[in-house]
C-alpha cells in the first residue's frame, strides 16, 4: 500500500495508526504502449474507524521519453463536513532520470527503479513535483439542508 509519496499535511493525517476496516485496490486501466512503455490507473481505498482515504494514481512511462505519476488523494473525517483532496505530479525526462540514477546508485539500479512499477517509491525521489494543491470541499450541514 503505497501511500506516503511525500509527507503532506494531508498524508500526516492518514499516518495516524488505527484499524483498517476495509482496503481495496482498483485496476481502471493498464496498456503497454505497444511495447514502448506503460500507463496504469488506479484507485486505492481505506476506511478506517475515523476516516476513509483513495488514492488515485496514474503511472505513465514512455519508454526513452519521459515517466510522469500523478496522484490524487481525497481524506474525509466522518462527523466533520468537510473532505480535502490534495493532488501532485511527478515527472521526468527518461535522459535526465537515468543520468541522475546512474549517479546516485550505479548503472545496475537503472533498471531496478525506472521498469518496477511494484517500486515505485523507488522512482519518486529522482522526479520533479509539482504541488501538492490541496483543496478543502465544504458540506452543507445535513442539519440545516433542506429538500426541494
Given amino acids: 500500500f503505497f501511500f506516503f509519496f511525500l509527507l503532506s499535511p494531508l498524508l500526516q493525517r492518514v499516518q495516524v495508526r488505527e484499524p483498517i476496516l476495509f482496503t481495496e485496490t482498483i485496476n481502471l486501466f493498464a496498456d503497454d504502449f505497444g511495447d514502448n512503455g506503460a500507463v496504469n490507473m488506479t484507485v486505492r481505498i481505506r476506511v478506517m474507524p475515523t476516516a476513509f482515504f483513495v488514492l488515485q494514481r496514474l503511472f505513465v512511462r514512455v519508454d526513452g521519453v519521459l515517466i510522469r505519476i500523478v496522484d490524487t488523494r ?12 490534495e493532488h501532485s505530479s511527478h515527472e521526468k525526462n527518461v535522459p535526465e532520470l537515468e543520468a541522475e540514477i546512474r549517479k546516485k546508485s550505479g548503472p545496475a539500479s537503472i533498471a531496478k527503479i525506472m521498469y518496477n512499477e511494484e517500486q515505485l517509491h523507488l522512482l ?25
Wanted: a neutral charge; zero cysteines.
Fill in 124 to 148: 519518486v525521489p529522482y522526479l520533479n513535483i509539482e504541488g501538492p494543491h490541496i483543496d478543502k470541499l465544504v458540506l452543507p450541514d445535513s442539519s440545516t439542508a433542506t429538500s426541494q
Fill in 74 to 85: 481525497v481524506w474525509h473525517r466522518f462527523g466533520q463536513n468537510s473532505i480535502i483532496r
